[in-house]
């Protein structure tokens, strides 16, 4: 919102400066090519040289050659009449008598007239002179006028690309309430709402994200909670049935561990639910990945699955919460230590700017095709050992990497031959990097 109002002052300020400015300069322009007399200075200049010119003939005798010459020169042009000569409508003659002069305008132009009362002759001036329109002031307005058009215009080509950009926020907006989850605004870095658009695309992810949680905890109670339901119903009505406390002590120990599966689900449901990044605040701090991990992997060693680790020679430091950070390396050595035979190697690598914490083992491996389902809640991979688990572990990992910036990827061990699994960091600082 800042980028637009800061765009919508700048815009407005430059369009007023500079169409004022060229304008100004346009008017100037003009106003040097226009530098001759107007009409209304050429006529102040003629009742002057009138005036004289009147005092001077009627002083003296009229002199015709003077006047000849006079008019060989000049445009305007001068003539001598007898008064009696000179008809006027009485309202003009007494106004010729009070005030000895007189302005008449006709088709050919502006005369001027002087009474000469020595003589009883009148002094004609007869010019091409016409009224003038008021040149300047219609200037000024056809300059008024460019201005304001030209603002419009200036703001016209501004507000065009926010136009686009509100209805394309509208008609997304619309689509998504409609059901279209998936739309999205493509972002650009020169939109005057980018935050907003950018807001508004967090918003539909999180939308989103809650919807398929909603799926999911409808799946998972309506598949997973079903069956130990149904045996526990099965249970508590063969425990009603039958006296035998051998039996019934076999049918209780049965009980109890569909409702440890029950639980565990509920936990696990709740967990993930949990893992949404707008509920959490995660501890970030510098965490040293050689040092953090071999503390780590000192708790997963197990008689049937060893776990061996490759350390970077060099100090490498991420920014992350060790507390998901662990809860990702822990759910992967499980998945590792569940699938693997008897090998689990944790490596540390640094590769093209990336640090890479890597999980293999020695068992089955992953197809490219399956390693992109089983990162999806309650999916279980194909070498699933009795249907074990409830798939949520890699979900887990896969989603506190999209908000923790340790991506989880799946690919083929190459030393052991089974699974590999990374974190991916893309940030971090290494003492010889």
């Not at 001759?36 to 200075?41: I, K, M, P």
């Not at 999205?184 to 709402?193: F, G, H, M, V």
């Not at 230590?337 to 999980?359: P, T, Y």
């Not at 699933?384 to 990497?401: C, K, Q, T, W, Y």
């Amino acid at each position: 919102m800042k980028k637009l109002i800061a765009s919508l002052v700048l815009v407005v300020l430059a369009s007023i400066a500079s169409l004022g400015w060229s304008i100004s300069e346009f008017a100037n322009l003009q106003s040097s090519d226009t530098q001759e007399l107007t009409t209304v200075e050429h006529l102040r200049a003629l009742k002057l040289i009138g005036a004289a010119l009147a005092k001077s003939l009627d002083n003296d005798q009229a002199d015709g050659s003077f006047i000849d010459s006079w008019n060989l020169s000049n445009s305007e042009k001068l003539s001598l009449i007898a008064e009696t000569e000179f008809i006027l409508p009485s309202s003009l003659q007494s106004q010729f008598n009070t005030e000895a002069s007189l302005l008449l305008e006709s088709a050919e132009g502006i005369s001027l007239h002087y009474r000469l009362p020595n003589t009883g002759q009148v002094l004609n001036i007869s010019t091409k002179l016409v009224t003038s329109t008021d040149d300047s002031l219609s200037l000024n307005k056809l300059y008024t006028m460019i201005f304001y058009v030209g603002v419009v215009a200036i703001l016209f080509l501004w507000v065009s690309p926010l136009i686009r950009q509100l209805l394309n926020l509208s008609q997304t907006a619309k689509a998504f309430g409609m059901g279209e989850l998936g739309q999205r605004i493509k972002l650009n870095k020169t939109s005057y709402i980018g935050s907003i658009e950018t807001e508004f695309n967090r918003m539909a992810d999180r939308i989103q994200q809650l919807v398929d949680d909603n799926k999911l905890l409808s799946r998972a109670v309506s598949h997973d909670l079903k069956t130990p339901i149904a045996r526990l119903r099965f249970g508590i009505e063969v425990l009603e049935e039958n006296q035998n406390e051998q039996l019934r002590e076999k049918y209780f120990q049965r009980l109890n561990r569909d409702l440890d599966t029950m639980e565990e689900l509920v936990m696990t449901l709740l967990s993930y639910a949990r893992l949404d990044q707008a509920n959490i605040q995660p501890e970030i701090q510098p965490i040293e990945l050689n040092a953090w991990l071999e503390q780590k992997l000192a708790k997963h060693n197990s008689a049937a699955c060893s776990v061996s680790f490759v350390p970077l020679p060099q100090s490498v430091i991420v920014n992350s919460d060790p507390k998901y950070l662990s809860m990702q390396v822990s759910n992967l050595l499980n998945n590792a230590q569940g699938f693997g035979q008897s090998k689990v190697q944790v490596l540390l690598v640094v590769e093209a700017d990336q640090v890479w914490i890597h999980i293999d083992d020695d068992g089955p491996g992953i197809d490219a095709e399956e390693a992109e389902q089983i990162i999806k809640p309650f999916v279980r991979g194909k070498q699933s050992r009795d249907n074990s688990g409830h798939g949520m572990g890699l979900a887990i990992v896969s989603r506190i990497g999209l908000w923790m910036g340790s991506t989880l990827a799946i690919g083929h061990a190459p030393t052991l031959g089974g699974a590999r699994m990374s974190l991916r960091f893309t940030s971090f600082k290494g003492s010889e990097k």
